[in-house]
Nanobody
Framework: QVQLVESGGGVVQAGGSLRLSCAASGRTLGSYTVGWFRQAPGKDRAFVAL????????DYEDSVKGRFTISRENAKNMVRLQMNSLEPEDTAIYYCAVGKIFGPVLSRRQADFTSWGQGTQVTVSS
């Protein structure tokens, strides 16, 4: 069973940047899709981005396209989310999770992910 720990959250002004990290232990991430999701205050958790096992394929929720970049370093068992041009609407708890199925499963559905981390808070002030 893999354990995931998110870090890198914080408070930033609108227009600023943050880089989130998702560190894995217990199992290598290199054969699994990894996703980032977020839960804003009063809202359900929602998809943000995902990356295939070797990084060939990525997918982004429309509101973050062009601002966020997901990447991975399989040698370090790490996935990152670079967030630029942050907006107050990006305020949320950000979670990473690993795909349930081996291989490049490009699904945005939360039910297709497992081993959720505890989350890291991102707050963007206007």
């Amino acid at each position: 069973q893999v354990q995931l720990v998110e870090s890198g959250g914080g408070v930033v002004q609108a227009g600023g940047s943050l880089r989130l990290s998702c560190a894995a232990s217990g199992r290598t991430l290199g054969s699994y899709t990894v996703g980032w999701f977020r839960q804003a205050p009063g809202k359900d958790r929602a998809f943000v981005a995902l990356i295939s096992p070797v990084g060939t394929n990525t997918d982004y929720e429309d509101s973050v396209k062009g601002r966020f970049t997901i990447s991975r370093e399989n040698a370090k068992n790490m996935v990152r989310l670079q967030m630029n041009s942050l907006e107050p609407e990006d305020t949320a708890i950000y979670y990473c999770a690993v795909g349930k199925i081996f291989g490049p499963v490009l699904s945005r559905r939360q039910a297709d992910f497992t081993s959720w981390g505890q989350g890291t808070q991102v707050t963007v002030s206007s």
